[in-house]
Structures are given as C-alpha cells and as structure tokens.
C-alpha cells in the first residue's frame, strides 16, 4: 500500500536566495536562475522577468533543473 505523498518526487533542496549575488556565492560554477514558484519555471538572465515578481528567488540553475522546474520561454530569441 502507498502512503501519502507516495507520487510526489524527492529532489534536491532548493536554496532560495534574495539576491543574485548570493546564489551566485552558493554556486560559483552554476548559473543562477529566478525561480517563480507560482509558475514552475525559472528564467534565464536577459529574460524580461529575470529578478522579477513576489513569488520567486534565486536559486542555481542545477538545483531547479533537479527540483524539476522547467525553463521559460517567454523572452529567448
């Protein structure tokens, strides 16, 4: 028998951050991300809502990636 939870996904800790230059500190060789959790995705820098928002941090791009959140789209070219 399943117990509660039994589908979700145990993944790395996300480490959120205030500020860019603190996720950068966490992960010097990992590009930093902003994370929207309301969303489920995280932008790239030059993406027009990288640091932008009430529900989102910044996070290292590998720690999204294994948290499972997906990349945006809106604002590559």
């Not at 145990?10 to 969303?39: G, I, N």
């Amino acid at each position: 028998m399943l117990g509660a939870g039994a589908g979700e996904v145990s993944a790395t800790p996300l480490t959120p951050f205030r500020y860019e230059a603190q996720a950068q500190r966490h992960c010097p060789h990992d590009q930093v991300v902003w994370l929207d959790f309301r969303k489920g995705v995280y932008y790239g820098r030059g993406q027009k809502r990288y640091g932008q928002g009430f529900d989102g941090s910044f996070v290292c791009l590998g720690e999204a990636r294994e948290s499972r959140y997906r990349r945006s789209l809106l604002g590559l070219r």
